[in-house]
């Protein structure tokens, strides 16, 4: 038998880097699983680089990277061929797509961007292309075999993530990829939307509830947006009394009043995250956000109204950013009845369309992208990294505001920040 080991890379950078498990290795552990017959695969998040024997033994090694680390990633690469040079390795993840030239310039042996399914089998079954594509169809990608969270190896593994909902142990579940909203700051932007068929969802919920989890965090980029696709999956959570924590648009969630709202709510949505990014209409129109400032206040106001907590993801930096418009976002983080939020400095991460004009020197968008950083939004201490300034707030100036408003209204999610920024707080206040 040959052994293929499917790895998540450590993020030092992380407080916890153990919350939410990394659903995408258990979809290609499914995926080879059911394809080929002579490869056992084991799946490992956590190894010593002093310790190399860790990483060996196994005829191809497959790194799942994000961004942040791809130093890390590039660690894991130089360990694994100074010692297992036999080793293949090959790289997946979102970074292996958007920063495909450089990762094609390291000595990996195979470069997955996109769905990795389909290509695993393929270097597994012999194929020598360095960079292997693919996207799979609507139909193809509700035909794959659902992740594996119950042969023993995954339960070992979920077993180190603790994520709790109310005080609820709670799994995460993916039940449609893809967006087809247009906002130009996420590598996101439309993408096909797929959808899990609900017979695979309830299999899953089988796993999840089999692991003694009374709650899911529904991961899909935007869940609550299409009423009659969402109908059916919370009913089901509903009746298997199941929580839910799920991510929502405000602009698509105000569409029918608060009839959205009232739906999560009486189904057991306990907590819903939205992306409002901003407290400006000029940011929002700027990032084609296709939402307007109303909407996003609305959609507060409805969650509220229906029992669900909600959280705010928000972000400044963003192309236009002014003393004006932070202090339209202040506003709304002060005034528009949040239970907890999220503030960054954006980042301009390659496939985003910021970055791409900014790439192509297009003046036409007020940011100037001062070199690449570590690339996480959320760090260690509450952190944020800011690499970007606009025609009126240097990256400092942005850096400081961002932790201004932080240090002012204290946000559950940043918590951490208080561990490490006592004295800047006593300042702030
Ligand atoms: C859930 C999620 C998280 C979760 C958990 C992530 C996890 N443990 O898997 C949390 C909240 C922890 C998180 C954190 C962050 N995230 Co996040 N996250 C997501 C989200 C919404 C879904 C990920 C997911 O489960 N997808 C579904 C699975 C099936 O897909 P997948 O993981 O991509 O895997 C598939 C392929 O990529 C490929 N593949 C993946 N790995 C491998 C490995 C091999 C060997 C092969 C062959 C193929 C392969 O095959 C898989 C099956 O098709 C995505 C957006 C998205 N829609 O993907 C953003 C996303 C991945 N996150 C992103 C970012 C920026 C972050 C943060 C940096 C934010 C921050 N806090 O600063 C951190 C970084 C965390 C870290 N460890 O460094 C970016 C990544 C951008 C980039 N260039 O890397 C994305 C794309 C969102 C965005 N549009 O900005 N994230």
């Given amino acids: 038998m040959r052994k293929l080991l499917l790895t998540s890379l450590r993020s030092p950078y992380l407080d916890d880097a153990k919350i939410y498990s990394p659903l995408g290795l258990l979809y290609l552990k499914s995926a080879v699983e059911e394809a080929v017959k002579d490869v056992v695969v084991d799946l490992r998040d956590d190894y010593d680089l ?238 084609l956000k296709q939402t307007t400032v109303k909407q996003n206040w609305d959609s507060i106001k409805y969650a509220k109204k229906h029992g669900i907590k909600v959280k705010s993801f928000l972000m400044i930096g963003l192309p236009g950013e002014t003393y004006e418009t932070i202090k339209q976002t202040e506003d709304f983080i002060a005034n528009a009845g949040m239970d907890d939020f999220q503030l960054c400095v954006y980042y301009p991460y390659k496939g985003t369309q910021i970055r791409d004009a900014i790439d192509r020197g297009d003046n036409l968008v007020d940011i100037t992208f001062e070199g690449e950083g570590l690339g996480a939004y959320g760090q260690k201490g509450g952190k944020s990294e800011c690499v970007v300034r606009t025609s009126e707030l240097t990256s400092e100036q942005l850096l400081a505001e961002r932790d201004r408003l932080v240090a002012k209204y204290k946000p559950e999610s940043h918590s951490h920040f208080f561990d490490t920024h006592l004295d800047t707080e006593v300042e702030y206040e």
């Fill in 50 to 287: 002093e310790y190399p024997s860790q990483l060996g033994g196994y005829d191809f090694v497959g790194l799942s990277v994000m961004t942040p680390q791809r130093q890390e990633a590039s660690n894991v690469l130089k360990t694994i061929k100074e010692h297992y040079p036999e080793t293949k390795v090959i790289i997946g993840g979102p970074h292996a797509l958007h920063y495909q030239e450089d990762v094609m310039k390291e000595p990996y042996d195979f470069v997955v961007p996109r769905d990795g399914q389909r290509s695993l089998i393929k270097i597994l079954e012999g194929s020598t292309d360095r960079l292997q594509y693919d996207v799979m169809t609507r139909s193809e990608w509700g035909n794959q075999p659902r992740p594996d969270r119950s042969s023993f190896k995954a339960r070992q593994f979920l077993f180190h993530y603790n994520y709790k909902l109310n005080g609820r142990s709670a799994a995460t579940i993916l039940t449609a990829t893809g967006c087809p909203m247009k906002c130009t700051f996420c590598e996101e932007a439309e993408t096909a939307t797929r959808w899990s068929p609900l017979e695979k969802i309830c299999d899953e919920l089988d796993d999840i509830q089999s692991l003694g989890n009374r709650a899911v965090y529904i991961f899909d980029d935007l869940f609550a947006i299409a009423m009659t696709k969402v109908v059916p999956i919370v009913e089901e959570l509903s009746r298997r009394d199941l929580i839910y924590r799920c991510n929502g648009q405000a602009n698509f969630f105000t569409k029918w009043g608060e009839n959205f709202a009232q739906l999560l709510g009486e189904t057991g949505c306990y907590e819903i995250a939205f992306g409002h990014e901003t407290g400006s209409q000029k940011i929002l129109d700027n990032t």
